[in-house]
């Protein structure tokens, strides 16, 4: 085995793992405040799977837009259903 040292840092390559961390990095598009309340958000939610049966250029438009956006498919429908549900709660 070659012992070339590495470019970066790895915290688990130590024999004692106690002091290893992976802190959360806020996505440098959001504001701090607003980071802050959706860490808080999401840790009190608990999440489930949902299944459900959607027209297919629906489902096209949404994994298109998902990869625009660089985020997962989940994450783009939730924020979408929340915004809807936002909008019609608001209205009524």
Known sequence: MSKKKSLGHNPLSYSTRAHASF???????KEEEEVEESVKQEKKVNKVTASYY???PLVDK????????DTSYSA???DLLKDSLRNITSKS
Request: hydrophobic share 40%.
């Open 23 to 29: 802190d959360f990095i806020t996505p440098s598009y």
């Open 76 to 78: 783009l429908v939730n």
């Open 54 to 56: 959607l027209e297919e």
């Open 62 to 69: 949404v994994r298109d837009l998902a990869d625009q956006k």
